[in-house]
């Protein structure tokens, strides 16, 4: 990769480049030689609600049928046994013009997918797969009409972006840099390790206040052996064990009710109750070490809280 190849990928917005990442695993698994257009498009439109996906459902595109035409385009390409993928000639182009189409019409600090269609759009020889011609019936016209809707909609409307963005950095900070004060002159994390926490974690404690946990019946015994070991000085982690089904859960929910209701001990009622989303944490994680990262944000940020955590 040259170096106005990675200065050009560092333009994309997260959504775009964890998409990227996930194109390249999937060359890498099919054992093509280049990282094509239609396998970042595959990795787009698997992703979730971003641009591309919010102007399918706009448009009611069979996406099926698009992912379906984008696959069996892919299954054509022929196999190597060459190590390491490159981005194919078209891909660099395609980044090249959706940086000029952002930066120089609409001043945008990064590439979203909205201008990656819209530099196909100007540029249709870039996409080969056939199957994927609903990309290319819309206008440059129309995609500027849209924009409203996707900063509406969009997974890659900026605020959300800026989130991914900092849950999904390195935060290397000492215990001092790692809180902030609020304009209460209350202590919190700062954005970046709250971004993580909020990212790949469900704060069980809130869902308890905000009435979306059902009552726990008949597990009383084990949550209050749960609160005692919680309490003690030391060796005060308490291990659910059990088969699928049996009520693992159920005891955290009720220890988050407990801890909601303020029925439980003084040193337990600022806790809160997170479970760690493995789903999130590893999604896109296509790039070696992001994992990792990830999991050292989440546990950085749980260490650092200014109130208590239980992970």
Known sequence: MTTHSAHLL????PYCAQALAGAATLCQTRAHAEITVEHWLLKLLEQGEGDITVIARRYEWDMDSLWQGLLSHLDTLPRTVQGKPQLSAALQQLIKNAWLDASLQENADAVRSVHLMAALIATPSLLVAEAAWPL?????????????????????RPEVQQAAALADSP???TDEAATVTSASGQPQLNDALQAALDKFTLDVTAKARANQIDPIFGRDSEIRQMIDILSRRRKNNPILVGEPGVGK?????????RIADGNVPDSLKTVSVRTLDLGLLQAGAGVKGEFEQRLKNVIEAVQQSPSPVLL
Do not use: K, W
Request: charged share 20%; hydrophobic share 45%.
């Open 249 to 257: 859960t159920a005891l955290v929910e009720g220890l988050a009710l």
């Open 10 to 13: 560092r333009r994309l917005n």
């Open 136 to 156: 290319l019936s819309l206008s440059t016209t129309q995609l500027q009409r849209l924009l409203p809707l996707l900063d509406n909609q969009s997974d890659e």
């Open 171 to 173: 935060v290397n900070l």
